[in-house]
Each structure stands twice: as C-alpha cells, then as structure tokens.
C-alpha cells in the first residue's frame, strides 16, 4: 500500500549478454529505460560511448508485417521467447528482403494487369454508348474539332477535375467507378487541348494513350470481354501466389517471425543504449522496482556473467532533479481505486500514496450519501449490464460496483429500500427522522478525515526534512492544534458540553498565540532548526494572506462535509416525491399503470442521474477537502518494457 | 452538455492567452543580434524556457531553434489533452496533426539539419514522442519515420490510409518515391506531398468541426472556416502570381472545405489578373487581406509572399478576437489559443530568420503579425 521503492540500474557488458539481459527483462516487465547519460554523466568513460541508432529491428519488423499483411496469414499464437536468437540480424533481413521483393513483383504484375482492365472496361462501356447511337468507334478519334482523353484518377482528384470542369471549357465524364478510382473522360475543343493537358497532370491524373488503332480494338465488344476475362483469371492467379509462398513454408515464417520480434522488444528495451564505436560493449540504464534488483542479479549471474550491474537508489537520483517513475502497489480491491488517484493526478516519487484512505473514505462517503440496499443493488446490476454491453469497463465499472455494495451496507444502516423505510428496520438510524444524529455524524466524518490529511502532511513534510512546515506551518501541527482548540470550543458552547467547557480567555489565548506562531513561522523555524531557509520570496502580505487562508480552509472544508448529510436525506426526499407522484396518478383512469411507469422511471432517474451527482459529490470531497490537505502528485507512472504491446 | 473539464480548459486556454508575448517582447527579441542571443533570450525564461532545455546556446542553429519551436504547439495543445472529453480529443488531435505533418514536411525536404546531423535529428525526433509521451502522434509512426531512408519509407510512416494514398499518388505521377533523403532535386516533389498534406490537413479539420453542433460548433466553423477560405484564396493568388500557373489549374490545387468563399467567387479570383485578385474580393469578408501594403516598400514577389501571409494571420487573430470576446465555454477557446500560439511562433520565426540573414530590422517588423513598436535604433 504505498508508492514501491524504486532504483536506477546501469548494465554494462559485452553485446551478446545485453541482449539477453534485456529479454529477461522485458519478460518480467520491470524495467524502464533511461537514458544512460544520468547514470554516467561526469564519468570519464562518458564520453567514449556514443548513443545507438534507432532500433534497426523495427523496419524489419515492419516488412514482416507488410509481408502478412498482404498474403493474408493469421500467425500462430506465441507466448515469451526467453532465448535471444542465434540468426544475426543481416541474414535475416537478406531473407525478408527476398521474400519481399517476391511479393512486390507479383504486386506489380497485379497492378499492371488490374490497369489494363480497368482500361478495356471504361473504353467497352465507352464504345457500347458509340456503338448505340449507330456509330463505329473507331470513328471517334477523327472527330475533327474535338479533343478526346480517356484517364484516371482517386475519387478525390476526380473531384477536382470536375469542379474545374465548371468554370473552364472543357467536360469531363466518369466511365467507370471502381470504389477507388475513377476511369473518365474529358471532352474538349482541339484549341484548348494543351491547357487540358495542364489541368490533368495538376489533378494527378494518369492519362491512357490512346492510338486510332487502340479505338478499332474495340469495334469488337466481344473480342474485349473475353480478354477481359482472361485478365481476371489471371489477376487471380497472380493474388493466390503469396499465400501459396507463404504458406508452404508457414512453420519457416512463424519461427522467422518471432525470432525479428524478440529482437526488436530487446532492442526497444535497449533503444537508448550507449555504445563504444565498435559496438562491442553496451551501456543501458533504466528504472527498476528496487526489490527486483536481486533477482535481476541472480539472472545476471546465470545468463550474464561479463555484464556488470550498478544500482542507485531513486532517492538520490530524485534529489538530482530525475523524473522517478511513479509505482503503486496495493490490495486487488484497492488497486481499484488507483484510477481514482491518477484521475487526480498520480502521487510523485517519494509522496504517500493516498489509496488506501481514499478507498475507505470513498465507501464511506458514497454509501453514506446514497445508502439504499435497493437502489445499491440496482447501481451494481446496471453497471454489469454496461460492462456487457462493453459501455462502461475497468477499474471505473469495478469502483462503481463497489460503490453500490455500498449503497446496500448503508440501506442495511438506514432501514432503506427503495426508499421505503419500513420493509426492514434500520441499524443505526433513519435520516430524515434523525437529522441532527446524520449532521453531525457527517461533520464527524469531515473533521476526521480533514485531521488525517493534516497528519498526512506533517508526515510528508518531516519525509522532506522540512521540520519548520510540518510543526509550525498552517497546516502543519500548529495549524492542526488550532483547528482541535477551535473545535473543542465550538463543541463546549454550541452542544454545552462541561467538559469542554473552558473560560473564553483561555481559549482566546491559545488560539491567539498558535495564530503568531504561525504568522511569524518562517522566522522562528529558521532559527530553530538548521537548514531552514526563511521563505521570503511571496513577502510578508502574502504570507499572512495565506496563513488567514488556510484558517478560513478549515471551517469551509469542515462545512463541507455537512454535504453527506445533506445528500442522505435528499435521497430519501426524492423516493418520497416518486412515492407520492405515483400515489396521486393512481386516483386517475389507467392511474395503476401511471403510477407503475412513474415508480419504474423515478428510480431509475434516482439510480442514474442522483448516483452520478452524488458519484461526482464524493470525488469532490476527497480531491478539494481531503487531498488539498497533503497531496501534491505529477507524478509519472512507471512504464516497463513489455512482451505484448509492440 | 460541457463538462467540467471542458469549463477548465476554456479558462486555461485564457489565462495562457494572456501569457503570450507581446509586441513589446518581441520588439525585444528583434533588438538581439544574432540566432544564439535570441535562443538565450527564450532560454532564460517564459514559454519556451523548458523547451530549451540541454540546448547548447553556444553553437545552437537556426534551423534547429526552428524545430524546437515547432514543438511549442504540440506542448501547448496536449497542456488541455487531459481535461477534454473523446469527442473533443478528436477534434484535438486532429487539430495537433498540423505537428505530425511538419515533422514529415521537414523529412521529405530532407532538412539540413536531420538529414546532415542524423543524431541530432533522432535526437529532436525523440523528444517530440517523449514530449508526445501520453498522448501520442496520431498520424505518424515515430519509430518507423526515425528508420525512413527513402520517400516510400517516409510514406509508409503515416497512419492515415487516405493520406497515404493520396501521397502514394503524388510520388507515383511525380516518379519519386526510392530516392534517398539527401537530394536536391525533390524539391518539386516535396512541394506536391506538402500540398496534399495541406489539403488532407485542412479538408479534415473543416469536416471534423462541421460536425459540432451548437454556438462551440458556430464559432469553430468560423475559425476553421475562415481560415480554409483564407488557404484556397491564398493559394489561387500564390499559383497565379508567382507560380504562373493557369486559372484552371490554380483551380484543381484548392481545397474541398469551403466556408463563405464558395467555388464561384473562388473561380471568379482564379480567372481574374493578378493585379485585381483584390478588387474580385471586395465584397466578401476577405476584402483588404490581399491588398498590398501603400506605405511598403516593394521588395519583390518573396516579400510579397510574406505581407500577404501577414494580413492573413492579422485576420485570423479579428477572429480569434471575436470568439473570445463572445465569453462562451467550449473548445472554439482552445482553438483560439492554439492559433494565437502559431501565430507567436510564426512570429519567432520570423525574428529569428531576421537575425539569421542580417535583414533591416524594421523591415522585419512589418512582417510580423504583432507589429512592434518601431525603435530608433533600427535601421
């Protein structure tokens, strides 16, 4: 239940070793690459190492997948490699390559043929509209005023063309639309045909030649078809050929495969290595859990002998100013509301992570607010119903589960169900009965939650060495004393409890003299404690603004809280209104069934739209009154190399 | 219905507006002379202080100061990526593709320096994705544009089916497509792929805020959509006057969004002589942005270009203006900044290249968007 102790790794060594390093290392998904340059910076040896270049596995990778994609094969299954491949990476490519330019001859042999197809398609269609006004094809090109083009081009350039068509002298017709490409021509004077042939070649459009003797070829629309079919069959036959390669070597392919794989993950894992220049000896640095680091020793010792392995705890590399990766670790059930937290923002390297207390206050708080056992049970069956119909997922789909379990422990507390208070009797108390109990069982929550959160901040701040803030800051142990004196007094006079019952001047006097404590902080911790440097940077005006502030903070985000209370008694309220609107549509014909849409739709409103407020109400809560006590986040989630997600 | 995080970043989007610099800033910027003191200038503190980061001030060149100032919009635009909703990271993306498309410009130019200094350009590739780290570049493939030694392989880095395919038909009529990044001779062809990026760019954008209903999608349309009338005037006017080209085939180099200039006032600028492109506009909103400048000297058709690219810019900022004055809530806010930003950045570039190549610097203050305050000093 905290942010997991990190450190920063160095492995230096032979290139071989490396490599195998980086696997098992991408197996156990525990290491982030860094660049070494943080770990070597100011080292003599620094300087001899160049950076690497970009991860060459990568292309060949990418061919690979080019290859598949185009012949279509589903590749088996395969869980991590943990044995770095023995093929060298220039034999492997020669093999790709070749496969490759295998595949991109026959696409150039489907590209040319699918051309001329589309070419005896648009001029067949052309040459049966000459065909059907009584004329002979051939005669076409000896038009004596007119300039014909036949061409191609994407649906979008075709566009352009006919738009032009609009404002200039010429026309231009589609013949043929394959989905993709467009087969046209264009129609023109012989006058304008040298500008025509400017607008084509500025649309991009592929121009066919075409001769007299092309035209007679289509006189003969039979002629035409049949070579047409010819083609098709072809093209066919052209398509089956890589995945007929393919596939006769399929066992070949896959081990091809996750051999390029494995390296390129090993090589990610490795992308900011440094290098001697002759690439022998590898430097890589990258974060690791620091209780990871003995078993990444014992690796090194069996699969890595030549690799040395240096180790800096995170701390120090933090108070160098390095951005430490962020790692929570915490209980199945809480790690649900980590989302929650990097909603917010994700605790910084070092800072409390604020999980645990805020799963605990959660529940209390949602529960609280919308405690029926009806309504819960309800929340938790909608939220299913949006997990299947894949609406709603995730760490939020399980928090809002869980937050309807706690609808139903509170309906259990107050008696509820579907707001009717009198199928079960409550365990505590009713709120709409017991409003005074609910108020200050709500201010109760509030001043314990607020009082952790300074206890959390006290806590952060001796972690930080700042003793000054932690005891004598607003919100610091001072700041804390002076919200319990407050209290206790406002308790003693307002519930007339003897006990707190003290004289006005005492604690007028007390609350006066941690106000100047407070005020003149800066000074007195300076001068208490070493290495407390007095803040003078935000000046005098500014810092009594702010200690008036912080003051203020604790009576608005202790009312705050009445807010549970609040919510509680305006859930049952709002059951009571559906309860009475559908007993008085009852009185009217057909009232029966008005009545039962009116009680299906108001919980249901009650369940969606008062969940969802009351949702939003609590995360209110823990991120202004809660965490604006201690929390800082900006922190970085850590983010290891993977097996899966290249 | 806006959420809460959409209410966050529309104030976001306002309090970063009024951090940008001012004319006065960037009077200062231009007294600096040269690209080092304007890099240690940036360096030292403001918006692109973090940027500039284990940037050697000392020996730091123009056109790398010019990439890292590219990545200025992508950090400013993923600052708002954690409080929008789905629907608005579209919009978002879409809108930050703009990065993904300078990086691939910059490839296929084959820039001096990532083609000369690969290190330092994996380097400054490297620290885009981790920049990008959480959000991610939507339309490239880092990794593969990193590896990319040929035009087919830059291609083959992009994402989007449509625009590759659109570029694939581009370098399959213009014949690239194996030659290796170092080579002079593409620049026709870098300037065709950089225009059907432009028009996939645009043409998406426009399609995208279509689809948004209600005064967010009022005011986005307005923004987009002047600028995309803003881009097909602009580049009628560029293809006929200083490419020579023909009417009709300024015509086919448009894009397919339009917004108030419809394809005949479009046809009517395309048709008309240079010399009276403005007088076609003069009544439609775009009257004045392509009239030149009375009081300018003429320094010929390159600067021109770059008056023109100004008012266009000017423009844009009046609309920019009016949708924040409008105080309504939604993601035509964050749009607003992201064009204000460009506009600094168009700004710094400017200053810099000033700097660079030794111009009058009231001359180069003409050019920028946010005229300075004319100093005694300059010459």
Known sequence: ?646 | MLSGGMIAASVKARIRRSELMGSDELGSLLEKGSVREIAASLAREGAYAQLLRGVDLNSVRRSELEFLMSLALLEEGIVFWRYIDDSHRRLLQAWLCTFDIGLLKSHIRGDAFLAENEEWGHIALDKAMELAAGYRLTLVDGDKLKNAKTLNEIVASVKDRVLREAMTETMSFEGGGSAVLIDGKRAQLAFSLGMAMDRWYFDRLYSYVSEVRGSEGSALRLLVGTRVDLVNLYWIYRARRFFALSPEEALTLILKARFRAKFDVLSAAAFAEPDSFSGVLANTPYAGVFDADPDADDHGDAWREVEIERNIYRHLMSVVGQIFTANKIGFQNIAAYLTLKETEMRDIVAVIEAARYGFNKRDAGAILVRAPVVRETWE
């Not at chain 1, 920063?8 to 070494?36: D, N, W, Y």
């Not at chain 1, 994407?154 to 043929?176: C, H, M, Q, Y």
Request: aromatic share 10%; charged share 20%.
């Open chain 1, 1 to 646: 239940m905290a942010v997991v102790e990190m450190a920063g790794v160095t492995f230096i060594g032979p290139a071989e070793e490396i490599e195998r390093v980086a696997l098992a290392l991408v197996g156990a998904e525990s290491f982030e690459p860094m660049q070494p340059d943080v770990m070597m910076g100011g080292q003599p040896i620094h300087s001899r190492f160049r950076p690497a270049k970009a991860n060459q596995w990568d292309a060949l990778m990418g061919k690979l997948n080019d290859l598949r994609a185009h012949s279509g094969m589903k590749l088996l299954a395969s869980s991590f490699i943990d044995n770095v491949p023995s093929v060298p990476f220039s034999e492997l490519e020669a093999g790709i390559d070749g496969m490759l330019a295998n595949m991109n001859s026959t696409r150039d042999k489907i590209a040319k043929l699918e051309d001329e197809y589309e070419t005896s398609r648009a001029m067949l269609e052309l040459s049966d509209a000459v065909r059907a006004t009584g004329r002979k094809f051939s005669d076409v090109p000896r038009l004596p005023y007119g300039s014909i083009t036949l061409g191609t081009a994407s649906k979008d350039n075709w566009r352009r063309l006919r738009e032009t068509g609009r404002a200039a002298p010429f026309i231009a017709v589609p013949v043929v639309d394959d989905g993709g490409k467009i087969t046209f021509i264009t129609l023109c004077s012989g006058e304008y045909a040298p500008e025509m042939e400017k607008v084509l070649a500025s649309v991009h459009a592929r121009v066919i030649p075409l001769r007299p003797e092309d035209f007679r070829k289509y006189d003969d629309g039979d002629v035409v078809r049949h070579r047409m079919e010819s083609i098709k069959a072809e093209i066919k036959g052209y398509r089956e050929m890589p995945d007929l390669y393919l596939s006769g070597g399929r066992v070949e392919f896959d081990h091809l495969y996750w051999a390029v794989y494995t390296m390129q993950r090993v090589y990610s894992a490795c992308r900011m290595r440094r290098e001697l220049s002759d690439k022998k000896m590898v430097v890589v640095s990258g974060w690791m859990p620091k209780a990871r680091c003995d078993s990444a020793r014992a690796m090194l010792a069996n699969q890595a002998p030549n690799v040395l392995m240096i180790v800096e705890p995170a701390t120090e590399l933090r108070n160098e100013g390095q951005p430490v990766p962020t790692l929570l670790s915490n209980l199945p059930i809480i790690r649900r509301f980590q989302e929650l937290v990097k909603l917010y923002s994700l605790p910084s390297y070092g800072e409390t992570d604020p999980t645990f207390i805020l799963a605990i206050s959660f529940c209390l708080f949602f529960g609280f607010m919308f405690g029926d056992v009806g309504h819960g049970i309800a929340l938790i069956l909608g939220v299913m119903l949006l997990e299947r119909k894949k609406i709603m997922g995730g760490e939020i789909a399980a928090v809002a589960k869980i937050a309807g379990g706690c609808s139903v422990l509170f309906g259990f507390l107050y008696g509820s169900v579907f707001g009717n208070e009198k199928l079960i009797h409550p365990i505590w108390l009713n709120p709409m009965e017991s409003v005074n109990a609910t108020l200050i069982a709500a201010m109760f929550i509030g001043v314990v939650i607020i009082s952790i959160g300074m206890c959390l901040y006290v806590y952060n701040r001796i972690k930080d060495g700042d003793l000054g803030e932690a005891l004598l800051g607003p919100e610091g142990v001072a700041g804390m004393a002076f919200f319990w004196i407050a209290l206790c007094w406002a308790v003693g006079a307002v519930g007339n409890i003897q006990a707190l019952k003290f004289h006005t001047a005492i604690y007028g006097t007390l609350l006066g003299l941690i106000f100047l404590v407070m005020l003149f902080g800066n000074p007195i911790a300076a001068m208490l404690f070493e290495g407390h440097a007095a803040k003078v940077d935000d000046g005098g005006a500014v810092h009594v603004i702010s200690v008036l502030h912080a003051l203020l903070s604790f009576i608005s985000n202790t009312a705050s809280f009445v807010r549970l209370a609040a919510f509680a008694m305006n859930h049952a309220g709002l059951c009571f209104a559906v309860a009475t609107l559908a007993e008085m549509v009852r009185h009217v014909p057909g009232g029966n069934i008005f009545g039962a849409v009116l009680i299906i739709v108001g919980h249901l409103v009650i369940v969606g739209l008062e969940g969802l407020i009351v949702f939003i109400q609590t995360l209110r809560l823990e991120y202004y009154e809660f965490f604006a006590k201690f929390y800082r986040g900006g922190g970085r989630a850590f983010a290891p190399e993977r097996w899966i997600g290249a």
